[in-house]
């Protein structure tokens, strides 16, 4: 049995996390791959710590060109990250006709196209599952699994970091910054989070998911990506009292007009499962014509969780590896010739509900004013909470849940409702997803 060789791009968490299930489960996996699966060469600018790793199993080198042009590796797992050095090499080790595993969301969401049509063109595969929530098998669900539907909508927790933040603040009351500096000092959130609290990071999965999930072109550039450093603690304890709870959803939608692609803070029924998945943990819920909903819950990050999803792929190309390519699963689950261009909405034309916050002063017509102008909008409204002002206080908030409504609408309503004297500030606007 001819034993699959691999070359290591990075050996970081999830490359140490690799070479020790691999080693581990060793007699398992080639049970399971039909070949012995061995990590032959790691590259990494930091070799001494990589020799520390991988003792004497395995060549160390600090220049990944020659690991992407090693004539006896067959597989180069991509571990690197971003889309620099990464892309060169994953494109290199393409040309010299190796098979690529990546878990590079960044990469694939923003230069996918023009990666897949290489592999094409060369005949080899692309492996991405630990791009998209770590250790949950989604591409694997979406790709194979769930091929029998037309997938109507996707909704995921996809950050890890953020679901971690959004639950401390709601459990503890406590406002973003506090809640930022403490995932910081337990290792939850990196030192430079950005990525991940703008939305960036779930939008490069939610744009991946959208491809395989619709059979369009990779488009991170046409989703709209909002993060929760905006978000308030007085908006997730008033969702709580209306029965919602606020996550940070990557959303992938089919619909008449085209698809919505979209990441945000979203109010989502408390009673739902996902709106139950607390601290670091993903879920994706898969909305299909015919399976109806399934949910998918797991670790999105970690070593292991991680290392689970790249081996997983090793696997799956040991067993293709002498496939004809046209025999293959397509990289995007659509066959090439198959993609379609429905456009990505821009948000303005997206249909949603909303959470809508105003502080108002307690006078008389004040609610009269915002429900006539949201009428005259067309603007249904769903549930309200108003509280009496606090002692010796003469302003108050006003809640209102929306039914649905194009985005469109509720901006040009809330523009009209800003401008009434009565309401003080900004209002604050939350879009609001039933799921079901
Ligand atoms: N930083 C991500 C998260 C994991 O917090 O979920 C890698 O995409």
Redesign the pocket.
């Known amino acids: 049995m001819k034993s699959i060789k691999v070359g290591l791009l990075g050996i970081g968490t999830v490359g140490a996390g690799t070479f020790n299930v691999l080693k581990r489960n060793q007699e398992e996996i080639s049970r399971r791959a039909g070949h012995g699966i061995e990590i032959v060469m790691v590259a990494d600018l930091d070799v001494a710590r990589a020799k520390e790793l991988v003792g004497s199993h395995c060549e160390v080198v600090n220049d990944g060109n020659l690991l992407v042009s090693n004539p006896d590796i067959d597989i180069v797992v991509e571990l690197i990250g971003g889309y620099g050095i990464a892309k060169d090499l994953v494109l290199k080790a393409i040309a010299n006709g190796k098979h690529v595993v990546t878990?590079n969301?960044a990469l694939l969401a923003t230069h996918g196209d023009e990666i897949f049509k290489a592999a094409q063109d060369k005949g080899v595969m692309v492996a991405y599952e630990a791009?998209v929530a770590?250790g949950i098998p989604i591409i694997k669900a979406l790709r194979e699994g769930l091929t029998a539907n037309r997938i109507e909508w996707i909704a995921g927790i996809?950050?890890?970091?953020?679901?971690?933040i959004l639950s401390e603040m709601r459990d503890k009351g406590l406002d973003f910054d506090t809640v930022l500096k403490e995932a910081q000092r337990l290792g939850?959130?990196?030192a430079d989070p950005t990525?991940?609290i703008e939305g960036v990071?779930?939008a490069?999965?939610a744009t991946l998911m959208s491809a395989i999930a619709f059979g369009i072109p990779v488009q991170f550039d046409k989703a709209h990506v909002e993060g929760i450093t905006k978000l308030e603690a007085v908006d997730i304890r008033y969702a709580e009292q209306l029965g919602y709870r606020i996550k940070l959803l990557g959303i992938a939608k089919r619909t008449p007009q085209g698809i919505e692609l979209r990441v945000h803070p979203t109010l989502i029924p408390a009673k739902r499962l996902i709106a139950n998945v607390e601290g670091?943990m993903?879920a994706v819920l898969v909305q299909g014509d015919a399976v109806g909903a399934t949910l998918y819950y797991g670790k999105?990050?970690g070593a292991e969780p991680?290392a689970s999803a790249v081996i997983a792929d090793l696997v799956d190309i040991a067993r293709l590896a002498d496939a004809e390519p046209a025999h293959r699963v397509p990289h995007l689950a659509f066959q090439p010739n198959a993609m379609a261009d429905t456009p990505i909405l821009p948000i303005s034309e997206v249909t949603t509900s909303y959470y809508l916050r105003m502080h108002v002063a307690d006078k008389l017509g004040v609610l009269a004013n915002v429900t006539s102008i949201l009428a005259d909008s067309t603007i249904s409204i769903d549930a309200m909470l108003q509280k009496e002002p606090a002692l010796g206080e003469t302003q108050t908030d006003i809640i209102m849940l929306t039914h649905q409504t194009q985005e469109k609408n509720v901006e040009a309503a809330i523009k009209k409702i800003e401008a009434l004297p009565t309401v003080i500030g900004k209002v604050t606007k939350i879009r609001l997803e039933h799921l079901s």
């Open positions: 878990a969301k791009a770590g996809i950050n890890g970091t953020t679901n971690f939850y959130a990196e990525f991940d990071d779930a490069h999965k670091a993903n999105g990050a991680t």
